[in-house]
């Protein structure tokens, strides 16, 4: 009967083992799976902090890529609408409403002396000089407006607005 409760005994101590192991065997699958949680945790809050970055970025990018278009369409009416130009300013120089500074209104070529030339060549000559003045005043326009359009598109880039001497 000893023999029977010591072997009782020594199996329930077996027992408390086994089950003092399993208890800390399962403790530590829970610390395991608590650091795992903690970790994803941590990579989904930094992968929500990135996905908000880049939907931000874009969203720049989107606000960005509008007013270039729409710069670049200004720039485009700008361009068609001094392609009238050279033409109104020759018909003002031709009517008297515009005047040719006096440097321009005398220039002369060293082939054709208008002390020489007959009428025919005087009257070329004077519509050369309004279709030299109207195209100076597009290239004028033109390089202004093309100067305008760049600072404009800097402007949107870097996020400045131009000054108001830049943008009359």
Do not use: F, W
Not at 93 to 116: E, P
Not at 135 to 147: E, F, Q, T, Y
């Amino acid at each position: 009967m000893i023999r029977a409760l010591i072997a009782t005994v020594a199996l329930l101590l077996v027992l408390l083992l086994v089950a003092i192991a399993a208890a800390l065997l399962y403790r530590g699958n829970a610390l395991d799976a608590q650091a795992r949680d903690a970790t994803a945790q941590q990579r989904v809050t930094t992968l929500e902090s990135q996905l908000e970055d880049e939907r931000s970025a874009r969203g720049i990018e989107h606000t960005q890529a509008k007013a270039m278009a729409q710069i670049g369409d200004e720039h485009e009416n700008d361009r068609e609408a001094s392609a009238s130009v050279p033409a109104a300013v020759v018909a003002d120089v031709r009517t008297g409403d515009l005047k040719l500074r006096n440097d321009l209104a005398t220039c002369h070529t060293a082939r054709l002396s208008q002390a020489v030339s007959g009428a025919v060549e005087r009257d070329a000559s004077a519509q050369l000089r309004a279709e030299v003045a109207g195209d100076l005043v597009r290239i004028g326009r033109d390089a202004d407006n093309h100067v305008r359009a760049c600072q404009r598109a800097i402007g949107v880039l870097t996020g400045q607005q131009p000054s108001v001497e830049a943008n009359p």
